[in-house]
Every structure is written in structure tokens, then in C-alpha cells.
């Protein structure tokens, strides 16, 4: 009773203090573990149809990046179907959303043995639920539903009082604003990540929201521009109005005028009616500018009267439009050299970059790896239907160690390709598959996109079985690194490289590569045909 009196203690205390939303929930979820004696214990949030994961303990860390899909998971549907707690006892043939991921037995592919969990409501209204598990199947007690009832109440307040304080920081926020959005709002956006790099950015984010200055991103590719670009449009006075966004290397220089700035009937061959260009479209909102740097210098030219003075002027109209619109621009290019080449404007890039903001890269984000490994292996493991997909220790080690050229973009395909593979070499879908380093193939990956390993294989486990499969791919790397003596064959083995690596940064698209290699697309296409790409 004593053990249980300071942990209540520990949790009434938290509720009068001053702090962070993730750190009452770390705390709570260890205070919970520590009284239990379990494995591992979850606390996740309703988001849509789906459990997102708000703080763990126990479990590996890529756990903390997925998002459990309710109707794919019978033990959560379970759990939150009542308000009672719920006891899986241990032979349950029900699979656990958390099998193979108990941190201290990371090195083994093993089912959860026993399991509770209770549904937690706020203001009436289903908020989420907390889940404890071990591995070992005497752990729980048949009092321990009870408790976990007693104890379900103090959770559910320290929730409310971060709810509280997440809604009064987000309306300190919005002050002004006579329609403020509700702090839930703008966490929908999937950015997902721990790393102080990372949690620092998005400090930086919320505070230039409030103004309405100009930003540009700055990033390789891959790196999630975009989300960034929807989290300042989000947390900003203009999250009621339109987020318009525009691709600008999509856009043809023949088009790119009367799309951006509208036109008027006549204006030229096939204008039958009158049309509201992006910009417009944007009134009173955020306009978001991806790769701007492939702007024509037409173009840039209408765009900084825009910036400057507020208006447009559509297509064949001569009487401008004032504008109420927020600029937000995102480049993977280093526009200070093309405004030295001449190939963008200085002044328009001055105007764009009041406020730049360098997004890390994947490899400068530490864990954050695993987290989005987590997100891509459930969004992978629910689109194949299997029972478990998980990381080896040895297949983390290498998520961590690589460099990650093509960012989280890359990762996303790397674990998808892995999961595939698992398939194509006949694993079992009811078992818990892990996936190890060599099913990754990210060496093959940085080296040759397109192929993969001479030698692959995974484990499968169901409780204690483990067993290997192994399987032979053709590898052209290997091939055409044997007849590599000429300086042609040197060569074109490098051109076949370089565009390899090229189309998976720019997923696939043949004109982004064409740019990044300074060659004009139809030349790419004839070289990648003529080096038996195509």
C-alpha cells in the first residue's frame, strides 16, 4: 500500500507542476511500470481510426513511431470498447500490437504473454488507452484490473490538466484570432521524432508562426519540407483560411503565369471563363512555394511585386488585385549560387528568405531513425496483412550508421522494399517476422537502387522457433563491376550510378533528376535508354 501511495503521490505532484506534455507522460508511464512490475507499458491517444503513441517504457524504440490501425488490432479494439479494464490472460490467441517489441528482449522475436489495458476518457469522450504487458505470464494479478481502475482516474487527469495547458498555450498563440483552432488541430501532422535537433526546430516554427514574415526552407531532399511548411501554416492566425500548395519544377513556363496569377477570359487560346490563380486561391492564408528555386525568371519577376506591394494582376486583366496571402518557400538548392549565376533574382530571394530555416537531415536527427523505421514497418505491416513485422538489434545498428542520402523519403522505401522481401521468400504472415540488416540491403542501396543482395535473409519466430530462409537475387552491381577495365565501360558504369541514386532522391521522377544532373530531360531519357536503364 505504501508503493502504491507515493506513485499517487508521485502523480498528484506532477499534476501542480510546471511541466512539458511528453514529460508528465514519460513519468506517468514509468510510475505505472514501477507499481505493476511489468514489462512495458503504453499510453496512446485516439487520432482518427487509429492509437498513436504518446510515451512508452519497456518498449523498443521504434515502437514509439507507430500508429496502430484500431480495426487491424483486436486487443485495442477490445480495450476500447469498454470502460472496464480488460485482462488478456496468457494463451490469448489474440495477437498483441506490441509482439517482438519488449525492449529487453529485443534480441527475440517474442509474443507478449500477459496483457491488461483500460480505455481513458476525457470530458466523456473516449481519449485513448493505457496498456501493460509482460513477457512473463504470472505477472499480473487477479487484483490488478481493480487497481489498474483506481489508477485510471488519476491518468485520465494529469491528461486533462496537459490538455488544459496545451489549449491555453495554443490560444496565447492565436490571440487575436476571434476562431481559434483547437490545440488537437495541427497534431495531425505526422512529424514525427525525439531528437533535440529536431524538437528544437519546431520550437523555432511555432514562434515565427505568430508573425508573418516570409519563410524559406531549406533542406535536402526527402527531408519532410512540406510538413514543415503545414505545421507554420497550422499553429498560425491563418490556420482558418486555404493552404494552397504549389510545386513550382511542375509547373510548365508556359502555364506557370496564368497558374500562379490567374487569368481572365480571353487571355488566350482555350481561357473560356475567367480563373483565380494559386496566389488568389490563397487569400487571407498561406501560399507554400516547393522548389522554388525552378521559378523562371518571368515569373520570379511578377512574384516580388506580389511580395512587395500585395498585388497581382491576372492574365490579359490590366487592373492589379490586392492580396492578403503569406509566403512560404522550401529549396533543396543553394539559392545564393544560382543568384550569383544569375538564375535567380536577388531581390525576390531577400523577400523569400526573411526568415530561412535549415531543416536536418535525417543522419543529424540521432533515434529518430528508429522511430520512423517504427511508422513505416506498421504502415507496411498492415498493408500485407501480417501478424508482427520488427527490427533485428543488427538491423538497427545499420539504420542508424548509414547516411541516409535520400533522407526519410529513402527510409520509407528501404523498409517497404525489406517488407516485401520478407513476402517474396515465403514467411508466414501469422508469425512475428524481424527483419534483419541484410534484408535492408543498404549497401546495395547507396551502391545500386535497382538491386539486390546475392545473398539475403530474415527471421521468423513463433514464441521460441526461430528459423532461417535464405534466397539469391541477381546482382548487376557485381556483374558490370567485372567489366569495368575500359574508360567507357568506367564510365557508362558510373553514369548508371549517379542516375540511379538521382531517380530514388527525386522518387522516381525522370525531370527533378534531369535537373539535378544539369541535363535536359530528353537527354536523360536517351542516355538511361542507351546505358539499359530504360
Not at 224 to 241: I, M, N, P
Not at 503 to 512: D, I, R
Request: glycine share 6%.
Amino acid at each position: 500500500m505504501s508503493d502504491r501511495l507515493n506513485i499517487e503521490i508521485s502523480i498528484v505532484a506532477d499534476l501542480v507542476a510546471d511541466l512539458p506534455y511528453a514529460i508528465r507522460a514519460q513519468r506517468l508511464v514509468n510510475s505505472i511500470r514501477e507499481f505493476f512490475s511489468c514489462d512495458a507499458v503504453g499510453l496512446l491517444k485516439i487520432d482518427g481510426d487509429s492509437l498513436t503513441p504518446i510515451a512508452m517504457q519497456g518498449l523498443t524504440l521504434e515502437a514509439l513511431g507507430r500508429r496502430f490501425l484500431i480495426s487491424q488490432h483486436a486487443r485495442l479494439a477490445s480495450i476500447l470498447s469498454t470502460r472496464s479494464p480488460v485482462r488478456f490472460l496468457p494463451g490469448n490467441p489474440l495477437p498483441d500490437p506490441y509482439d517482438g517489441l519488449l525492449e529487453h528482449h529485443a534480441d527475440q522475436a517474442l509474443p507478449v504473454h500477459d496483457c491488461m489495458g483500460i480505455s481513458l476518457h476525457l470530458e466523456g469522450q473516449l481519449w485513448g488507452a493505457l496498456t501493460l504487458d509482460a513477457f512473463n505470464g504470472k505477472t499480473f494479478q487477479q487484483s490488478d484490473p481493480d487497481r489498474l481502475a483506481s489508477f485510471a482516474i488519476l491518468i485520465q487527469a494529469a491528461m486533462r490538466v496537459s490538455q488544459l495547458e496545451q489549449d491555453n498555450r495554443h490560444l496565447r498563440l492565436l490571440r487575436g484570432n476571434e476562431n481559434p483552432v483547437a490545440s488537437t488541430d495541427h497534431e495531425h501532422i505526422e512529424i514525427i521524432g525525439h531528437s533535440p535537433v529536431l524538437q528544437n526546430l519546431l520550437k523555432e516554427l511555432d514562434v515565427v508562426a505568430e508573425s508573418d514574415l516570409p519563410v524559406l526552407l531549406l533542406g535536402e531532399t526527402g527531408v519532410g519540407k512540406e510538413l514543415f511548411a503545414q505545421r507554420v501554416h497550422r499553429t498560425s492566425q491563418r490556420c482558418h483560411h486555404p493552404l494552397i500548395k504549389v510545386n513550382c519544377a511542375a509547373l510548365p513556363e508556359s502555364l506557370a503565369e496564368s497558374e500562379l496569377f490567374g487569368h481572365v477570359k480571353g487571355a488566350f487560346s482555350g481561357a473560356t471563363t475567367d480563373r483565380m490563380g494559386r496566389i488568389e486561391a490563397a487569400q487571407h492564408g498561406t501560399l507554400f512555394l516547393d522548389e522554388v528555386g525552378e521559378l523562371p525568371l518571368s515569373i520570379q519577376a511578377k512574384l516580388l511585386r506580389t511580395l512587395q506591394n500585395g498585388e497581382i494582376q491576372r492574365l490579359g486583366e490590366d487592373k492589379p488585385r490586392q492580396v492578403n496571402t503569406r509566403i512560404i518557400s522550401a529549396t533543396n538548392r543553394q539559392l545564393q549560387e544560382q543568384v550569383r549565376q544569375g538564375s535567380f533574382r536577388a531581390d525576390l530571394y531577400h523577400r523569400l528568405s526573411v526568415y530561412p530555416v535549415h531543416v536536418p537531415a535525417l543522419r543529424e536527427r540521432g533515434s529518430d531513425v528508429l522511430i520512423l523505421a517504427g511508422r513505416f514497418l506498421e504502415l507496411n505491416r498492415a498493408r500485407l496483412g501480417m501478424r508482427s513485422l520488427r527490427l533485428s538489434e543488427s538491423a538497427e545498428r545499420a539504420l542508424c550508421e548509414y547516411s541516409w542520402p535520400g533522407n526519410v523519403r529513402e527510409l520509407e522505401h528501404v523498409i517497404s522494399r525489406a517488407a516485401l522481401r520478407t513476402v517474396s521468400l515465403g514467411a508466414n504472415r501469422n508469425e512475428i517476422i524481424t527483419i534483419g540488416p541484410e534484408l535492408l540491403a543498404l549497401e546495395s542501396t547507396s551502391n545500386d537502387h535497382d538491386n539486390f543482395l546475392s545473398s539475403t535473409c530474415f527471421h521468423v519466430s513463433d514464441s521460441q522457433s526461430i528459423r532461417q530462409v535464405e534466397s539469391t537475387y541477381p546482382s548487376r552491381t557485381q556483374a558490370e563491376q567485372k567489366h569495368t577495365q575500359s574508360l567507357r565501360e568506367a564510365t557508362e558504369f558510373f553514369q548508371r550510378k549517379q542516375i540511379r541514386e538521382r531517380l530514388e532522391q527525386h522518387n522516381g521522377n525522370w525531370a527533378a533528376t534531369a535537373r539535378s544532373l544539369e541535363l535536359d530531360t530528353s537527354n536523360l531519357h536517351k542516355l538511361a535508354k542507351k546505358l539499359g536503364l530504360k
